[in-house]
């Protein structure tokens, strides 16, 4: 029988003993990263209805969307139970996380939501642009400033703060949702809509002959976002963020949301 002198022993116990504290250290920082994130612990993830960037369905009644599909997998990572909750708008999931809740949504950073909640690294980022439906009079960007040409805008959105600023003669006028936008349509209430390219190819699918203006009026940066507070998970997010990227698994949500008009994200 093989026997092992004293030293030895005692060097296989200190090894044995500085893995299990390693393990334990792992553990306790995941638990710790789970509260911080997840503090009732549940993961709440903010989705709102019709935009790849946060939620739709596809033909088979599945759903999927950057905040959909990275919060399941952000979830599944904590080690927590996931619960979407449902809001008609972004602004309304802003608000909500700035409450505290809501744990998680992905969104457009702009400086202005960056005074009401914390956000990782980007995502992706997506152009901006305007959708116009069958039989528009208005063929390019430049046809849009105009007396009486009324732009669609979601309200409380970005596009709500940014393009008046833009346009001197047309009108602005916000909806209430993406769906409620589509109805104003019918019922010329709008003549075009502005926002992001990813909706507008969404909402184009519903509308027949509807058409993407060539251009873009600007980017988002979209990233996730957090409670003030939580700033310590930051690298955590930080590094799965970046996990998503480079594994292809971003690519795949994309495609299974149909996302379209995204580009790579930058980081400043």
């Known amino acids: 029988m093989m ?7 005692l060097a296989r116990t ?4 500085i893995a299990i504290i390693g393990s334990l250290g792992v553990s306790a920082r995941a638990d710790g990263e789970a509260k911080l994130l997840a503090p009732s612990g549940i993961l709440r993830v903010g989705i709102y209805p019709g935009s790849p960037t946060s939620m739709v369905t596809d033909a088979a ?5 950057l905040s959909y599909d990275l919060g399941s997998e952000l979830a599944k990572r904590l080690g927590v139970p996931i619960d979407y909750v449902r809001f008609q708008r972004v602004a309304d999931i802003v608000t909500a ?9 992905v969104t457009n950073a702009t400086p202005a939501r960056a005074n009401d909640v914390s956000f990782s690294q980007p995502v992706l980022a997506i152009e901006l642009g305007y959708l116009v439906p ?23 959105s970005t596009s709500e703060r940014t393009l008046p600023a833009k346009f001197k003669n047309a009108t602005i006028v916000p909806a209430e949702s993406v769906k409620v936008a589509i109805t104003m349509f019918g019922r010329g209430e709008i003549d075009l809509y502005a926002t992001n390219k990813p909706t ?12 993407i203006l060539d251009g873009n009026w600007g980017a988002e940066h979209m990233a996730i976002a957090i409670p003030k507070g939580r700033e310590s998970a930051l690298p955590l997010l ?9 594994s292809g698994a971003l690519d795949t949500i994309q495609q299974q949301a149909g996302l379209r008009g995204a580009t790579k994200a930058t980081r400043e």
Do not use: C, W
């Open 3 to 9: 026997t092992f002198s004293h030293p030895v022993r």
């Open 14 to 17: 200190a090894l044995l003993a």
């Open 61 to 65: 009644g599945k759903p999927h969307g």
């Open 97 to 105: 996380i700035h409450d505290g809740q809501i744990d998680f949504t």
């Open 134 to 156: 069958v039989n528009s009079p208005i063929a390019k960007i430049e046809d849009i400033d105009k007396p009486g040409v009324k732009i669609g805008v979601t309200k409380g």
């Open 200 to 211: 507008l190819f969404e909402i184009s699918d519903q509308m027949p002959g509807a058409r």
């Open 238 to 246: 930080n590094r799965f963020v970046a996990e998503e990227q480079s």
